[in-house]
Nanobody, 120 residues
Framework: QVQLVESGGGLVQAGGSLRLSCAASESIFSLNVMGWYRQAPGKERELVATISTSGGSTNYADSVKGRFTISRDSAKTTVYLQMNSLKPEDTAVYYC?????????????WGQGTQVTVSS
């Protein structure tokens, strides 16, 4: 099994910054992609950003491009989301997401979620 431990959420004023972290436990599975999704009240969960563990390629939602940066540590098992110029519409529960491969089978695991609240 895989465990994802998230940290870094909280309350911040508009224009401020927060940094989220997500650490994945060791596994016999091969880690492929890690990322962040968010879900605001009454809305569907949406992609924020992803990063591949191999080449480090990244993907961002249009709404966060230029403000958020996703990165990973050298061991490639911890992913970070640096959030700058935060807006009230960024308020949501942020979930860490990981995709793993095991003998060609794709496995997806989620973190427990961390609340980010941006006040106006």
């Amino acid at each position: 099994q895989v465990q994802l431990v998230e940290s870094g959420g909280g309350l911040v004023q508009a224009g401020g910054s927060l940094r989220l972290s997500c650490a994945a436990s060791e596994s016999i599975f091969s880690l492929n992609v890690m990322g962040w999704y968010r879900q605001a009240p009454g809305k569907e969960r949406e992609l924020v950003a992803t990063i591949s563990t191999s080449g480090g390629s990244t993907n961002y939602a249009d709404s966060v491009k230029g403000r958020f940066t996703i990165s990973r540590d050298s061991a490639k098992t911890t992913v970070y989301l640096q959030m700058n110029s935060l807006k009230p519409e960024d308020t949501a529960v942020y979930y860490c997401n990981s995709e793993w491969l095991y003998h060609g089978v794709r496995l997806v695991y989620w973190g427990q979620g961390t609340q980010v609240t941006v006040s106006s």
